[in-house]
């Protein structure tokens, strides 16, 4: 993309509810525990390993705070971010988590563009590598309970500011592959919507690390990076250009894998589609390390930059202009704990956003 070149994509950032302190989090990990609890406590694990991962002047703000959602909502804006995708935490009736958007939703601030997806995932000790506990199931349930969530999601919906394709909602279900009876569940939603006054809803499938639903029912799907891409899409020749080890500082016996930057990032871009499939929102990262949360268990990328990224935002914002997507999908805001974020750090400041600013707002010769 040259640098004159109009941009039509808008970028949407997924958005992390976790920086704030709940019941059920003080009682599974706690007194106080949020995501800033994982952060804090993270450790170089080899030369030159880029931990801890601090905000910029040392930030750890609280998500119950309005001043802070704010501040978000205008840093976002004023550096090229269109709307956040929050996570939506929803167990058969049970909400976690939904104290930010709550807040945001009753104020009616700040005034920024946000979807939902449905992290419709069971809510396990995962983070700290114990999977096999789950702290709360997710079932799915009857009818009785699809309308329940239904019209809880309504008033969502129903918001000013909520973001729409052919006006309908834009709603992104993260695995849809767990849900039994997924199609009739969606289409049921969607009689309820016309129903409602709506024209619909506009239905988005995730394609992440996990199996594929590949439904008919969805309208959409979008590629989570870079999880579908090291989990889908890597070439049998290209596994040894992506993937190497690197030994532990306190360990000698074992090793870390490390995953190349540019490897995944030249193989989101290079990928081409099927002219028959339906509509595929690209996804783009800003960088990963989980050992946040996973520790020794961590994945980590190796290579990241601001400069890099901006290199290839540019490029993937391009393509998305070719395809004729209206949005394009960062992750993520604020996922501290994952090593992805766009938010200011000690180490780079605003260099990262610095990048998304120039890819979304270019500077035409008439400026220059």
């Known amino acids: 993309m040259n640098f ?32 800033w609890t994982n952060t804090k406590k993270a450790r170089p694990l080899y030369r030159g390993h880029y931990q801890p991962r601090e ?15 704010h501040w978000q909502a205008r840093l976002a804006r004023d550096y090229g971010i269109y709307g956040f995708c929050y996570y939506h935490y929803w167990f058969k009736g049970k909400l976690l988590l939904e104290t930010p958007l709550h807040n945001m939703l009753a104020s009616g601030e700040p005034d920024f563009p946000f979807c939902l997806s449905w992290a419709n995932e069971p809510w396990t000790r995962n983070w700290d590598g114990r999977s096999d506990q789950v702290l709360i199931p997710q079932e799915y349930g009857s009818r009785r309970i699809w309308k329940e969530h239904f019209h809880y999601l309504l008033n969502i919906f129903n918001d000013p500011r909520y973001i729409r394709v052919n006006n309908k909602p834009l709603f992104i279900i993260y695995r849809a592959e767990l849900i039994e009876e997924c199609k009739e569940m969606l289409e049921y939603w969607q009689r309820l ?14 394609m992440g690390g996990f199996p594929l639903a590949s439904l008919d029912i969805f309208d959409a799907r979008l590629q989570f990076e870079p999880m579908y891409t090291t989990s889908h899409d890597v070439p049998a020749h290209g596994f040894h250009q992506m993937y190497h080890a690197v030994q532990l500082m306190e360990e000698r016996s074992r090793d870390l894998t490390l995953v190349n930057y540019d490897a995944v990032w030249t193989r989101i871009l290079e990928r081409t589609f099927n002219g028959s499939e339906k509509k595929i929102y690209l996804g783009g990262f800003v960088d990963w390390d989980n050992t946040a949360r996973r520790g020794k268990d961590a994945f980590v990328f190796q290579g990241a930059s601001p400069e890099k990224f901006g290199h290839y935002l540019r490029q993937l914002v391009h393509k998305a202009n070719q395809l004729g997507n209206e949005f394009t999908f960062i992750n993520a805001w604020n996922e501290w704990a994952e090593g992805t974020y766009l938010e200011p750090d000690q180490k780079y400041g605003y260099a990262y956003l610095e990048k998304v600013k120039q890819v979304m707002k270019p500077i035409s010769k008439s400026d220059s």
Not at 9 to 26: C, G, M, R, V, W
Request: glycine share 6%; hydrophobic share 35%.
């Open 193 to 206: 919507a016309r129903r409602n006054g709506l024209e619909g809803i506009y239905f988005v499938e995730t």
């Open 55 to 69: 905000p910029f002047q040392f930030n750890y703000y609280d998500l119950r705070k309005s001043k802070v959602q």
């Open 4 to 35: 004159t070149e109009k941009v039509n994509t808008k970028l949407i950032a997924f958005y992390l509810p976790q920086f704030h302190s709940i019941p059920e989090n003080d009682e599974w990990w706690g007194e106080g525990f949020t995501e």
